[in-house]
């Protein structure tokens, strides 16, 4: 992420200079750069360094927009002479961003994937412009209470032949540049507009006035001459209508260069933080951004080690163990929250605790002191909403029509867009025979909301799956029906629902075993064993895809399921995934095992049983056992095949293995794009470069996350190989085919070159290539590309050294500096060493993990592997054969899938 200091007057809108896929590189612009597809003319206040042209922007990047003081922002296509324009409160929609894949080759690459072709047959660019409410950008977060509903209002609008929006609200954008001695002005309206009148005046005096007929098809565009001395922001711009109503007026201001706010930082260890305090905002933070590596519970733990009564730090764990579905631990925890809460006053100052011990108490079936805990939470005004309503729904479940009302009155007197609160509202009315009220109550809450779900069942609507409510949401109107006791009405709406309409996709009914299992569990709470059974058996009797139970009320479904109908094992499957979802993963594997006991052909349950002992046990030869037993149930099933060669790949399994596997079940291999990918790197492993180059040309490649760089990475080794192998042949012009082949990047692959991707080694030998057919020039300018590229974009950071360090070194031996290169090997060799010696780690700021996807990866074992392959490089560029064979063999042997090693190792025995 990179984040661009606008100005703090307001936020310009930002330029696209050029659309289309052939921009050119900052860098290697003459002085006289005139953005593509503008007509032949920059655009008057193009400028080579504006991060606010898509031209200037080569690579991925997102931008944020910090602390804006307007209302509005956008973009504009100067080739197509039209833009948009975002309108918004900026106090609560603070948040502006821009992201573009880049204008370069990688990014061209995914403007084909994602946009559709113009009338010329070209693609792109691909821009996204967010906007964000209640959120200073794109990963950050805000509260909400339960029961609370944040609403606002956000508008887009286009303009057209204008240019940049300096200044827009939901009547009008204004265009105002001034270019030498002219000033260009546009105006864009959102309606109709007759005879509006435009004014332009400064301090001297009236420039120019304008009286025209408005429209969005119709925008004013014109210039004027200014005088001397009168610079932009002098100019104030004037829209009314034809009535003399304002519509607009627009001043340009002057930027102020802000003061850019801190970047984000890493947090400290737990042990390292000397305030409570910090340790419990820490952990408040990675638990709100659910960060995938670092877990709050060490930040909160460490604050009870040093203060066991610490509020807040337990009411956290409270929320954290409730999550999980330990109701005990969460119970305990809220408790002690509590106690330090009321050490010196009875009443406590916050109600959260309370009012979260509540809940906790109803998934534990004690009613009573439960309404106890929810009445206290009831005295902080904060709570008191969310306090009412959940007593509201225990006075129903007695029955006690009258105190729930009063209950829900004191609830909607604090939050009357609670739109649970104002449903169960109307079933209360409804007991009490108060028909009239209830119905002027519905009424008001579809105008409030015209798509509650609730509020249409109640308006006499049938949620039948062929109306468009789905399975899930049925599942929730349930779990509310349920929760205020009316389990009548919650089977009657889930009876319906297990008869859905037959045109509907596989995903949709994916809840229907949940539908039937909670079914099964009201029908036995109401002393239905019989009836529960059957549900219980259809429930079993049902195809498990995309089933995914995540409630904390299908725990205790599900474990009736289990007892029940002990021989069902897709309910303890099913609450396995639940569980390892909650990181409750030793529990999850234990049903699994259940699940794999009561059916050894159930594939997806073995699968999983070979996740959880990789990952969680560290058993790796019974997570090789369970995904054989998970092939064998289903042979047909490709992603099996994927994952299985994944493990055996982590397990250091031979690629003559693995290749004689995965050319056994071609028809599975065909079937998926990272299959195909595996099976290439396997063909290139076991020096098979005709046979990878074939299949990697042959087929169309999605891209997908996590396999980036996997078909380009192919393509260059199959090339680069083949072009070294004619290089020993003395087949010059072959291997200068197949190297210029492995620079660029076929169409079909689905994806680029990024431009900060090192490429040392193709130009290294590239140059020798030219060398052999005598164009020494040439070669030396490869050589020179080689030897100065720094860096690798491969690493989350870029690093001073990488694989590619030694083609550089190589370069320079090349290029007659022999000297360079061989202290460039030295400090490689002591790169390596010292990296040998450094504890690994997850950079805090990673958002992708490729080599996490399905298995976890030893870190330090890669990290290790990693540091002997650079010292092999650094002994071989030495002169220290012998000991880089050895270093190679090391390698290989640590990861007899290490495609670098294999490639330098063949090298050097060739």
Same mark, same amino acid.
């Given at each position: ?7 703090q ?16 590189p900052?860098?290697?612009r003459p002085?006289?750069f005139?953005?593509?597809?503008c007509?032949g ?10 991060l606010?042209f ?8 997102s ?5 804006s ?5 956008g973009?504009?296509d ?8 975002h309108?918004?409160n ?18 061209h ?6 946009t ?21 950008n ?7 209470q ?18 940049p ?12 540049r001034a ?15 007759p005879?509006a009148?435009?004014t ?10 304008f009286?025209r ?18 610079v ?15 519509l607009?007026?627009?001043q340009?201001k002057?930027?102020v260069?802000a ?10 260890a737990?042990?390292?933080i000397t ?8 952990g408040l933070?990675?638990?709100?951004y ?7 519970v ?8 040093? *203060?066991? @009564?610490? /509020? #807040?730090?337990?009411?956290? &764990?409270? =929320?954290?163990? %409730? ?5 005990? !631990? ?17 009443n406590?100052?916050d ?8 809940l ?8 009573r ?6 009445y206290?939470?009831?005295w902080?005004?904060a ?6 309503h959940?007593?509201?729904?225990i ?16 609830s909607?007197?604090?939050?009357? *867009?609670? @739109?649970? /609160? #104002?449903?169960?509202?109307v &079933?209360? =009315?409804?007991? %009490?025979?108060?028909?009239?009220e209830? !119905? ?19 308006n006499?609507e ?6 468009h409510c789905?399975?899930q ?22 009876q ?13 009914l ?12 009201l ?15 259809q429930?079993?009797? %049902? ?6 139970p ?15 109908n ?28 259940k ?15 070979g996740?959880g ?16 037993q ?7 099933d ?6 299985r060669?994944?493990l055996w790949?982590r ?8 290749l004689r ?16 990918i595996e ?12 046979k990878?180059?074939q299949?990697?040309?042959s087929?169309?490649?999605q ?8 078909p380009?990475?192919?393509?260059v080794r ?14 010059f012009?072959n ?10 990047s ?10 900060l ?40 950071s ?33 790169f ?9 780690k997850?950079?805090y ?8 996807l ?17 010292q ?6 030495l ?8 270093l190679l063999q090391t ?13 330098l190792?063949g090298?050097?025995?060739?």
């Amino acid at each position: 992420m990179s984040e661009y200091p606008f100005c703090q007057g307001h936020y310009y809108g930002v330029n696209y200079g050029e659309r289309g896929r052939k921009g050119v590189p900052a860098s290697d612009r003459p002085a006289n750069f005139i953005p593509p597809n503008c007509g032949g003319k920059a655009p008057v206040d193009y400028a080579p360094n504006d991060l606010s042209f898509y031209a200037n922007i080569p690579v991925p990047t997102s931008y944020m927009c910090m602390g804006s003081r307007e209302d509005f922002f956008g973009g504009y296509d100067h080739a197509a002479q039209a833009g948009i324009v975002h309108y918004a409160n900026h106090h609560i929609s603070p948040g502006k961003k821009q992201w573009t894949w880049g204008n370069h080759e990688f990014g061209h690459a995914w403007d084909r994937n994602l946009t559709d072709s113009d009338a010329k047959g070209e693609f792109g660019p691909y821009i996204e412009i967010m906007a964000g409410v209640y959120t200073d950008n794109q990963p950050d977060f805000s509260f909400l209470q339960p029961g609370e509903t944040k609403s606002w209002s956000q508008y887009w609008y286009p303009i057209q032949k204008i240019g940049p929006a300096g200044h827009a609200n939901l009547e009008a954008a204004i265009s105002l540049r001034a270019v030498k001695s002219e000033l260009h002005l546009g105006v864009a309206v959102t309606s109709k507009q007759p005879q509006a009148v435009v004014t332009i005046a400064t301090k001297g005096g009236q420039l120019g006035c304008f009286t025209r007929d408005l429209s969005p098809a119709l925008p004013l565009v014109e210039k004027i001459k200014l005088p001397r001395g009168v610079v932009e922001n002098d100019i104030c711009i004037r829209v009314a209508d034809c009535h003399g109503q304002e519509l607009i007026s627009h001043q340009p201001k002057p930027r102020v260069k802000a003061e850019v706010p801190p970047p984000a930082t890493e947090p400290p260890a737990p042990k390292t933080i000397t305030s409570a305090d910090e340790l419990f905002i820490t952990g408040l933070h990675l638990d709100q951004y659910r960060h995938a590596t670092r877990s709050p519970v060490l930040y909160w733990a460490e604050a009870l080690r040093r *203060d066991p @009564l610490d /509020a #807040r730090c337990n009411n956290a &764990m409270g =929320l954290w163990h %409730l999550r999980r579905g330990e109701f005990t !631990d969460a119970e305990r925890c809220f408790r002690r929250a509590i106690e330090r809460l009321t050490l010196r006053n009875s009443n406590p100052y916050d109600g959260e605790a309370c009012y979260n011990l509540g809940l906790c108490l109803r998934y534990l079936k004690r009613d009573r002191d439960a309404y106890t805990a929810f009445y206290k939470a009831t005295w902080n005004q904060a709570w008191a909403a969310a306090g009412y309503h959940a007593l509201a729904e225990i006075d129903c479940t007695r029955r006690d029509w009258r105190t729930a009302l009063e209950h829900l009155d004191h609830s909607l007197r604090f939050n009357t *867009d609670n @739109l649970r /609160a #104002r449903n169960l509202k109307v &079933m209360a =009315l409804r007991r %009490l025979d108060k028909n009239s009220e209830a !119905d002027l109550l519905l009424q008001s809450t579809l105008q409030l909301d015209p798509l509650d779900w609730w509020a249409r069942h109640l308006n006499g609507e049938v949620l039948a799956s062929g109306h468009h409510c789905d399975l899930q949401t049925q599942l929730d109107l349930a779990h509310d029906f349920t929760r205020s006791g009316f389990v009548s009405e919650a089977i009657q709406l889930l009876q319906r629902a297990t008869a859905p309409a037959k045109d509907l996709p596989d995903q949709s009914l994916g809840a229907l075993p949940i539908v039937c299992y909670t079914l099964g569990w009201l029908n036995e709470g109401r002393g239905d064993k019989n009836g529960a059974l059957q549900n219980f058996k259809q429930a079993a009797a %049902l195809p498990p895809d995309y089933c995914f139970p995540s409630r904390l009320e299908e725990i205790a479904v599900l474990e009736v399921a289990m007892r029940i109908n002990p021989r069902d094992p897709k309910a303890p499957y099913y609450l396995g995934n639940l569980f390892y979802d909650r990181r409750r993963q030793n529990e999850a594997i234990k049903l699994w095992e259940k699940s794999a006991r009561l059916d050894r052909n159930f594939s997806i349950v073995w699968r999983n049983l070979g996740i959880g002992y990789f990952n969680i046990r560290q058993q790796p030869a019974r997570a090789r056992a369970a995904y054989d037993q998970a092939f064998k149930a289903d042979p047909a099933d490709a992603r099996l095949l994927y994952e299985r060669d994944q493990l055996w790949k982590r397990l250091g399994e031979k690629p003559e293995i693995r290749l004689r596997e995965l050319e056994k079940h071609s028809g599975l291999v065909r079937q998926r794009d990272d299959l195909s990918i595996e099976l290439c790197a396997l063909y290139n492993q076991t020096g098979q470069h005709e046979k990878a180059g074939q299949l990697v040309s042959s087929r169309r490649f999605q891209p997908w996350e996590g396999g980036e760089g996997g078909p380009l990475g192919q393509h260059v080794r199959a090339h680069l190989a083949l072009g070294r192998s004619a290089l020993t042949r003395g087949e010059f012009t072959n291997a200068r085919s197949h190297l210029e082949s492995a620079l660029n990047s076929p169409a079909n692959l689905g994806e680029g070159r990024h431009l900060l991707a090192n490429q040392s080694d193709i130009y290294y030998w590239l140059g020798c290539a030219l060398e052999g057919l005598g164009e020494q020039k040439a070669a030396q300018k490869q050589w020179l590309t080689a030897a100065n590229f720094k860096g690798d974009f491969q690493e989350m950071s870029v690093r001073a050294f990488s694989e590619m360090t030694y083609y550089s070194a190589l370069a320079w031996t090349k290029l007659g500096r022999r000297a360079k290169a061989g202290k460039l090997f030295r400090d490689l060799l002591a790169f390596a060493q010292k990296l040998h010696q450094t504890r690994a780690k997850i950079d805090y700021f990673a958002t992708s993990l490729p080599t996490m996807l399905i298995f976890a990866d030893d870190i330090q074992f890669r990290q290790d592997t990693a540091a002997i392959f650079l010292q092999a490089q650094a002994r071989l560029g030495l002169g220290q054969k012998t000991k880089a064979g050895s270093l190679l063999q090391t390698v290989l042997r640590r990861d007899p899938n290490h495609a670098m090693a294999a490639d330098l190792l063949g090298g050097m025995e060739s």
